[in-house]
């Protein structure tokens, strides 16, 4: 089993609003990446960070911005949520010479 | 640019009652292509990883194999807790080399 935690699980907060979501792994994975899903729907890749002290944009624009300081956190952080923000944010790892990445479980965001 | 669809979009099948899933994928040079089960609220989960035309790898109930435009997902016998929606995702070696283009899944309810 992955050790990938991802804290807060569920997280309701108002339109403003500045917000950190968390994501820690303990396997000392290079690699590690943040999906956002919408119900029904494929996972698009936000950020990405091939290791400490880089971080990449993905495909999907997003007004979110990470960091990596530390191998094993990368946090994502919104400096003012708004109700399009609201979805599910997962988390991800891999190692540096492989493309299997695993999952952290989640955090289900709604913004009123 | 790479593309991944999964068929059906839902699967009811009654427990012992075997079928496949499908995976239809176009990318640029397929680097190897993965399935991932993903339960409600939850992050999804790594099964398998097939890197060329003609693999095939087994866990439990459930055997995946690959040709040079689509994956199968076979689940033999299914139990009710097989059920979930089952994600195929596929990392091109080309320029979108840091990251995997997933498809939308096929959620599937096995009745006990």
């Known amino acids: 089993e992955a050790d990938i935690y991802q804290t807060p699980r569920y997280l309701v907060i108002g339109t403003g609003k500045k917000i950190t979501l968390e994501c820690s792994q303990t396997?000392?994975?290079?690699?590690m990446y943040w999906y956002q899903q919408d119900p029904g729907m494929e996972l698009h890749l936000i950020h990405y960070?091939?290791?400490?002290?880089?971080?990449e944009k993905g495909d999907l624009s997003s007004e979110s911005t990470v960091s990596r300081i530390r191998t094993e956190h990368f946090p994502l952080t919104l400096e003012s949520a708004r109700p399009s923000h609201t979805s599910q944010y997962l988390c991800?790892?891999?190692?540096?010479?492989?493309?299997?990445?695993?999952f952290g479980p989640g955090t289900r965001l709604t913004v009123t | 640019e790479d593309q991944v669809t999964q068929s059906p979009e839902a699967l009811r099948l009654q427990e012992g009652e075997s079928s496949s899933l499908n995976c239809s994928y176009t990318?640029?040079?397929?680097?190897?292509l993965f399935w991932y089960r993903q339960d409600p609220g939850k992050g999804p989960e790594f099964l398998f990883t097939?890197?060329?035309a003609g693999e095939e790898k087994e866990k439990e109930r459930l055997k995946a194999t690959l040709t040079k435009k689509e994956s199968f997902l076979h689940i033999t016998a299914p139990k009710p807790e097989d059920s979930a929606t089952y994600l195929c995702?596929?990392?091109?070696?080309?320029?979108?080399?840091?990251?995997?283009?997933f498809g939308s899944g096929t959620q599937l309810t096995v009745l006990p």
């Open positions: 991800a790892s891999s190692k540096e010479n492989s493309y299997e990445q695993y």
């Open positions: 396997m000392g994975h290079d690699k």
């Open positions: 960070s091939y290791g400490v002290n880089s971080t």
């Open positions: 990318v640029s040079g397929l680097r190897g």
């Open positions: 097939l890197y060329s």
């Open positions: 995702a596929v990392q091109a070696a080309g320029g979108s080399a840091r990251q995997l283009t």
